[in-house]
């Protein structure tokens, strides 16, 4: 499969006629299968190994017990009937027709590779299915793992998402993380060896102790990478967390509405252009969302930023000055 990648001939994003000022995921869905598309959120039963004690304890500070997961199906129903009842419920709301299986919650490929391999052969064979993506810690894809995700590139639209969060090591350990960002620039460039596997990292923006200098310092390196995708999160409180306990106790302080949405215009602007925005901002299920109360209107924040980016006459990529694009360089390891 071709690299996921888009508008890396086309220079600067459109910034007029009403067109969005970043290059947005689910237009290039658009574009790619002809009609939107829809993710079908799947829980197959993982942990991880901040949780579990293959590293450490409790999981990360931010994570609630259903691992940031879909609540919506029951995690003992098998993988197909999970398919099958996203899919219809989606088609009954929204007309859906196209859909990428997900499986999100905790650690996806955190199992032996036959496990996995039995896992997501189960989406495979719907004509409605037109990808995969599994998300996953940059410190869980041995080689035997990635031969199995390049496996299901050759037959899907596919893509991995390594949970990153911070570029920053003392927030990756406040908030148990239990890895660092040399754990994530070695999966990522071992997966770039890999044909047909986007590269998804998912970043939190608004943690504690986080000067805006730093976040930006994170913008910077997953431009340098190169990486095909980014989620963009805003760090929010749920019910359940060592956050929420942190929340309560008056020791965290939470994004206003307004600081979010400036900081996120500054985030893109350092992105390259032809980096796909999954996604920017982010919100817990409505029954265990404690904060920030804005979130919860995800449409607002998303017109805010839009709004935002138009007042200051700027766009993805407006920053972006890094000459090394690892997407046209040669596999990790090749001699000239």
Known sequence: MERILQRSEQGPLPTSGGKKRYNSFSDHLKERFGCKVYRVTLDAGFTCPNR????????????DERGSGPRAYDAALAIREQLRQGMEAMHRRYK???FIAYFQAYTNTYAPPEVLDKLY???VGHEEIVGLSVGTRPDCVPEPVLDVLEKYAERLYFWVE?????AHYKT???INRAHG???FIDAVLRTRRRKGIGICTHVILGFPGETREEMMETAKIMAALGLDGIKIHLLHVLKGTAMAKQYQRGELRVLEREEYVDLVCEFLEYLPPQM???????????????????ALDKAKVLARIDQELERRNTFQGAKYG???DLNQAPPLGARP
Do not use: M, N
Request: glycine share 14%; hydrophobic share 35%.
């Open 181 to 183: 960002l040399a754990h």
């Open 172 to 174: 990756l350990k406040t």
């Open 276 to 294: 796909l925005i999954h996604r920017l901002t982010g919100e817990g299920p409505r029954d265990i969302h404690i904060a920030p109360d804005w």
């Open 162 to 166: 390594y949970g990153l969060q911070s």
């Open 322 to 324: 890094f000459s090394v």
């Open 96 to 98: 859906a027709q196209k």
């Open 52 to 63: 579990d004690g293959g590293l450490t304890y409790g999981g990360c500070t931010f994570c």
């Open 121 to 123: 052969s189960q989406v």
